[in-house]
């Protein structure tokens, strides 16, 4: 990021899609630009709410990258926002933007926002990572049209194989390859590894499917699904959540000492008490 106190580009997460899922900062940021560029094929018109009325509205849904960058070199003392779906960081294409940025010495930040793995996983009701069954989170996609995109040895199967929990972006369009990779050698899935299908998560017409990856395919073929959706694979979907650790009476960490029959610890505190 520019070391310069005021950014004037300002790469901000929307959120999944309900407008008040947007961080505070995302907000006010949008509040306060005079030049305003986002998507609509991605980002609900209700998140311009937050805008100016006076601000100058860009739909990115028919630039390209390059018209884009125009209307930031068009506009080099006016504060810019680039309102991007979830959060900018997972598949915002947002690097490409940031290198023009520092190029041409402009001034800009990353405001972060919700994922809508995040809002999928709320939709579901469940923790993504459950002791003993899944501890990790891997977020990838098919390899389909942008094939070149994807290194070598990140194949779905290959994160598969670990049992993790397995979150597929931008892969709704192709059900059939979709099933058949993640079922592929060396995955440890089985057919009736639990599955889910979250699509416009946070939306008014979300929609959340609870399926097995070996009825994945025709699942998704019959949601009609073929964008904003998210796929959700893993045994911690379903599975019943041991005892954590974390806040068992055996297990002592900084803030808490390993507690003993008749202690009071755990007991309500009180009031919290207000600094100053």
């Given at each position: ?94 690097q490409e ?41 891997v977020v ?134 207000r600094r100053?």
């Amino acid at each position: 990021m520019s070391s310069e106190a005021v950014p004037r580009i300002s790469f901000v997460g929307a959120g999944p899609g309900a407008p008040d899922l947007i961080t505070l900062r995302g907000a006010q940021r949008l509040a306060g630009a005079a030049v305003v560029v986002w998507a609509s094929s991605l980002v609900p018109e209700a998140l311009l709410a937050h805008a100016d009325p006076a601000a100058a509205v860009y739909d990115s849904a028919g630039m390209t990258l390059e018209d884009v960058l125009g209307v930031y070199e068009a506009n080099p003392d006016a504060p810019i926002v680039r309102l991007h779906s979830g959060d900018p960081s997972l598949y915002g294409a947002i690097q490409e933007q940031i290198d023009w940025c520092v190029l041409h010495q402009r001034a800009f930040e990353i405001v972060p926002g919700v994922s809508s793995l995040s809002a999928a996983a709320a939709a579901l009701g469940r923790e993504l990572t459950i002791p003993r069954v899944s501890q990790s989170v891997v977020v990838s996609r098919l390899a389909t049209r942008t094939a070149a995109s994807m290194p070598e040895g990140e194949r779905l199967a290959a994160f598969a194989a670990t049992g993790c929990t397995l979150a597929v972006f931008l892969s709704a369009a192709q059900p059939e390859a979709l099933q058949t990779e993640l079922l592929a050698d060396p995955s440890a899935y089985r057919p009736d590894t639990p599955a889910a299908i979250v699509i416009r998560a946070s939306w008014p017409d979300e929609r959340v499917i609870h399926t097995e990856l070996g009825r994945l395919a025709a699942d998704l073929r019959q949601s009609g699904a073929t964008t904003t959706t998210l796929v959700l694979v893993g045994d911690a979907l379903v599975t019943e959540a041991p005892r954590s650790h974390l806040y068992s009476p055996a297990f002592a960490h900084g803030r808490r000492r390993r507690s003993r029959p008749g202690s009071t610890v755990g007991r309500p505190a009180g009031r919290l008490r207000r600094r100053g």
